[in-house]
């Protein structure tokens, strides 16, 4: 049974910083590339950064630089550093994971691509 459990949400003032944490069970978690997600209500998924197999990562424009993706394949653990939060950062973000070859390099991850969603975990960011 394959899961992914986030964790780490939360509500934070603008300027803070979060970290969210992913963990992945039934299947092998090393061969997927794996990414983090931010939905707010009335709108669709969007791609916030992505980490391929080989630890290459790509983010959004609008968390470049702020936003931070990792990844502990011995432990099926995905990180997502989150500093200078701002209000528009507020949403439920989700941790995606993504079949993938060895030499696919990343890229934002559309949601069609997913196969596995965890079930996701808020964070609030007042001004």
């Known amino acids: 049974q394959v899961q992914l459990v986030e964790s780490g949400g939360g509500s934070v003032q603008a300027g803070g910083s979060l970290t969210l944490s992913c963990v992945g069970s039934?299947?092998?978690?090393?061969?997927?590339?794996m990414g983090w997600f931010r939905q707010v209500p009335g709108k669709e998924r969007e791609g916030a950064a992505t980490?391929?197999?080989?630890?290459?990562?790509n983010y959004a424009e609008s968390v470049k630089g702020r936003f931070t993706i990792s990844r502990d394949n011995a432990k099926n653990l995905l990180y997502l550093q989150m500093n200078s939060l701002k209000p528009e950062d507020t949403g439920t973000f989700y941790c995606?994971?993504?079949?993938?070859?060895?030499?696919?390099?990343?890229?934002?991850?559309?949601?069609?691509?997913?196969?596995?969603w965890g079930q996701g975990t808020q964070v609030t960011v007042s001004s």
């Open positions: 995606a994971a993504a079949r993938c070859s060895s030499g696919f390099i990343a890229r934002i991850l559309r949601s069609a691509e997913i196969n596995y």
């Open positions: 039934g299947f092998t978690y090393d061969t997927y590339c």
């Open positions: 980490i391929d197999r080989g630890g290459r990562t």
